[in-house]
């Protein structure tokens, strides 16, 4: 049991504390801290809070109720000093590969795999430095700002609820309206009601009236014919022409009348004006408008604006369990930040977090071309095995939950996805088709049969009128519209067997190639090279992945050798 109670404490296991006990960490062990002395300055867990009390009885222990306390009591870690993620331990350390300040814990559970960990620089001369001396001015000048925008946003409050107002009397007055078109509705209803009963009415009137007048004459005529119609032949004649008559003119009237059964009046609803009110569930559209603030015209603006870089950054993205050296197909970004990379050595989807560290890995049945973000946590990952598979895996690539939610099945190769206006750009090698979301084929963008791989990758601009597409065997970027027509085909020295294409919302356009080692920019309609980016020297080792970040400004350009170089821009 005691093996067991000393390596669950013991300084290398992944439990984080905010304060943790000073005689263990002394001893080399990670225990919380239950206790703090005011006059030893130290934290205490339980059990070495009771050797102290043995020898010293008289100090005055603060509880963990009194936490809050701590910190401001002596020997407590300066709020300058102390880490954000552990507010018990000090800043003591700095880790060069993220560019973060570290305490112990920090490097024992995030930092254990990077390799520059330095102790923070005695800071020599910093004091005399013009940016050390501006820090207040410049804090001064932020915290003014941040003042004049909760200002700007209390008035904003106020203005919205007076929007709230308005828009709530237009909703009312369209009510009121719609209520008004109902009321006359149902006042022409029932006039045509009303008249369709009262003209019946008269009809069932007239047709009783019709039987008082012929039963009144029938009696007189019976009575007259009984007591006249034998007095003379000629009397006996008249009467029996006089009956027959009103026997004809009788029957006649109950041939009439009879042939109506009876008078009803029916109706039947318009159904069509309670499916439209029912189908719709509001008055009109309530748009959230975000006023931006005008910014000063930015020169990265210019989809031709030759891109500085600021620095390069590489990244071994190799995991333990990785049989083989990596090779990156392909790189998406998630909403989150994170990022999924094609290992198509491997055959394994990646997944790292925005600083670029192992969050998970999921296993892909064939060799995963390339990798493209869809919407939410969904990505859409091509599968080619020219024998079985050729289509897509849609998987959910949440962390510690890969799963993979449906397949599109194509009738030709899938080496390349791209994602745009709710529809699929899938590239076979030799072509680019556009399909739905669904998997029903829309039609062949672009062809070129003349060898493999003339059609490798593909981006497309913001407003989707330009399609970028890299000839990897010809050595060429080719450009065409939304409908197929080539609008330029560039070539370069530099442009050996270019792989991936991104293009960024202002419209730069930038290639990787694998015959020579670079990351170049093209201008926006692809007709020349403006820059070369990176090269061999700078990490760029066979690059297949491109994928440009606008969260971090960055291009990521992923291929062999288990590396991933980060490109931030300017």
Same mark, same amino acid.
């Given at each position: 049991?005691?093996s067991?109670?000393?390596?669950?404490? %013991?300084?290398?296991?992944?439990?984080? %504390?905010?304060?943790?006990?000073?005689?263990?960490?002394?001893?080399?062990?990670?225990?919380?801290?239950? %206790?703090?002395?005011?006059?030893?300055?130290?934290h205490?867990?339980?059990?070495?809070? @009771?050797?102290?009390?043995?020898?010293?009885?008289?100090?005055?222990?603060? @509880? $963990?109720?009194?936490?809050?306390?701590?910190?401001?009591?002596?020997?407590?870690?300066?709020?300058?000093?102390?880490?954000?993620?552990?507010?018990?331990?000090?800043?003591?350390?700095?880790?060069?590969? %993220?560019?973060?300040?570290?305490?112990?814990v920090?490097?024992?559970?995030?930092?254990?795999?990077?390799?520059?960990?330095?102790?923070?620089?005695?800071?020599?001369?910093?004091? $005399?430095?013009i940016?050390?001396? &501006?820090?207040?001015?410049?804090?001064?000048?932020?915290?003014?700002?941040?003042e004049?925008?909760?200002e700007? $946003?209390?008035?904003?409050?106020? @203005?919205?609820?007076?929007?709230?107002?308005?828009?709530?009397?237009?909703?009312?007055?369209?009510?009121?309206?719609?209520?008004?078109?109902?009321?006359?509705?149902?006042?022409?209803?029932f006039?045509?009601?009303?008249?369709?009963?009262?003209?019946?009415?008269?009809?069932?009137?007239?047709?009783?009236e019709?039987?008082?007048?012929?039963?009144?004459?029938?009696?007189?005529? !019976?009575?007259?014919?009984?007591?006249?119609?034998?007095?003379?032949?000629?009397?006996?004649?008249?009467?029996?022409?006089? @009956?027959?008559?009103?026997?004809?003119?009788?029957?006649?009237?109950?041939?009439?009348?009879?042939?109506?059964?009876?008078?009803?009046?029916?109706?039947?609803?318009?159904?069509?004006?309670?499916?439209?009110?029912?189908?719709?569930?509001?008055?009109?559209a309530?748009?959230? /408008?975000?006023?931006?603030?005008?910014?000063?015209?930015?020169?990265? =603006?210019?989809?031709?604006h030759?891109?500085?870089v +600021?620095?390069?950054?590489?990244?071994?993205?190799?995991?333990?369990?990785?049989?083989?050296?990596?090779?990156?197909?392909?790189?998406?970004?998630?909403?989150?930040?994170?990022?999924?990379?094609?290992?198509?050595?491997?055959?394994?989807?990646?997944?790292?977090?925005?600083?670029?560290?192992?969050?998970?890995?999921?296993?892909?049945?064939?060799?995963?071309?390339?990798?493209?973000?869809?919407?939410?946590?969904?990505?859409?990952?091509?599968?080619?095995?020219?024998?079985y598979?050729?289509?897509?895996?849609?998987?959910?690539?949440?962390?510690?939950?890969?799963?993979?939610?449906?397949?599109?099945?194509?009738?030709?190769?899938?080496?390349?996805?791209?994602?745009?206006?709710? /529809?699929?750009?899938? =590239?076979?090698?030799?072509?680019?088709?556009?399909?739905?979301?669904?998997? /029903?084929?829309?039609?062949?963008?672009?062809?070129d049969?003349?060898d493999?791989?003339t059609?490798?990758?593909?981006?497309?601009?913001?407003?989707?009128?330009?399609?970028?597409?890299?000839?990897?065997?010809?050595?060429?970027?080719?450009?065409?519209?939304?409908?197929?027509?080539?609008?330029?085909q560039?070539?370069?020295?530099?442009?050996?067997?270019?792989?991936?294409? &991104?293009?960024?919302?202002?419209?730069?356009?930038?290639?990787?190639?694998?015959?020579?080692?670079?990351?170049?920019?093209?201008?926006?309609?692809?007709?020349?090279?403006?820059?070369?980016?990176?090269?061999?020297?700078?990490?760029?080792?066979?690059?297949?992945?491109?994928?440009?970040?606008?969260r971090?400004? +960055?291009?990521?350009?992923?291929?062999?050798?288990?590396?991933?170089?980060?490109?931030?821009? !300017?």
């Open positions: 049991m005691a067991n109670f000393e390596s669950s404490i %013991h300084r290398g296991c992944d439990f984080i %504390h905010d304060y943790s006990c000073s005689p263990c960490e002394e001893n080399g062990y990670n225990t919380e801290a239950q %206790h703090y002395c005011t006059q030893c300055t130290k205490y867990c339980q059990d070495c809070v @009771s050797k102290h009390n043995g020898l010293y009885q008289k100090h005055a222990l603060l @509880s $963990r109720k009194d936490v809050e306390k701590w910190e401001a009591a002596p020997g407590v870690v300066d709020a300058l000093e102390r880490c954000e993620m552990h507010p018990g331990e000090a800043l003591k350390l700095v880790c060069c590969d %993220h560019d973060q300040l570290c305490c112990s920090c490097v024992a559970v995030e930092h254990r795999q990077c390799p520059k960990i330095y102790p923070i620089p005695d800071g020599k001369g910093i004091q $005399r430095s940016e050390f001396q &501006q820090v207040p001015k410049k804090m001064a000048e932020l915290q003014k700002q941040l004049k925008m909760k700007a $946003r209390m008035k904003n409050t106020m @203005s919205l609820k007076k929007t709230r107002a308005a828009i709530s009397d237009e909703i009312k007055t369209i009510g009121k309206k719609i209520n008004e078109i109902l009321d006359k509705i149902e006042k022409t209803v006039k045509d009601l009303d008249g369709m009963i009262a003209k019946l009415e008269n009809n069932i009137m007239r047709d009783i019709t039987c008082d007048t012929m039963t009144i004459k029938l009696q007189n005529m !019976i009575a007259a014919f009984q007591t006249k119609a034998k007095s003379s032949e000629s009397k006996s004649y008249i009467a029996y022409r006089k @009956s027959h008559n009103m026997i004809l003119q009788a029957d006649e009237h109950v041939r009439g009348i009879s042939t109506i059964e009876c008078y009803n009046v029916t109706f039947q609803a318009n159904n069509l004006i309670e499916e439209l009110l029912s189908s719709m569930k509001t008055f009109g309530i748009e959230e /408008q975000t006023v931006m603030t005008k910014q000063r015209k930015d020169p990265n =603006s210019d989809p031709n030759v891109i500085s +600021s620095e390069y950054k590489k990244y071994n993205v190799k995991m333990s369990d990785d049989e083989y050296q990596c090779e990156i197909f392909g790189i998406c970004e998630m909403p989150t930040g994170d990022f999924v990379l094609a290992d198509g050595k491997n055959c394994e989807l990646k997944l790292l977090d925005k600083d670029y560290r192992e969050l998970d890995h999921y296993d892909v049945p064939e060799i995963p071309w390339d990798v493209c973000h869809i919407e939410g946590n969904e990505v859409a990952v091509c599968v080619c095995n020219n024998a598979r050729k289509g897509l895996y849609f998987i959910n690539a949440a962390k510690g939950d890969f799963v993979t939610t449906r397949k599109l099945s194509f009738d030709h190769d899938c080496i390349a996805a791209a994602h745009h206006g709710g /529809q699929l750009y899938i =590239s076979s090698g030799t072509a680019l088709y556009v399909y739905t979301m669904t998997g /029903q084929k829309v039609k062949m963008l672009y062809e049969k003349s493999s791989r059609v490798r990758k593909c981006a497309i601009s913001n407003d989707g009128k330009k399609i970028y597409i890299t000839n990897n065997i010809g050595d060429q970027l080719i450009t065409v519209d939304s409908i197929g027509t080539k609008l330029a560039l070539t370069d020295p530099d442009m050996k067997k270019p792989t991936g294409v &991104q293009v960024t919302p202002a419209g730069h356009v930038f290639v990787c190639c694998l015959g020579s080692d670079i990351v170049m920019q093209v201008d926006k309609d692809g007709k020349k090279k403006l820059a070369t980016l990176a090269r061999e020297r700078d990490g760029v080792y066979g690059p297949h992945g491109l994928f440009f970040s606008s971090t400004s +960055s291009l990521i350009v992923g291929g062999v050798k288990c590396t991933l170089l980060v490109i931030r821009l !300017i």
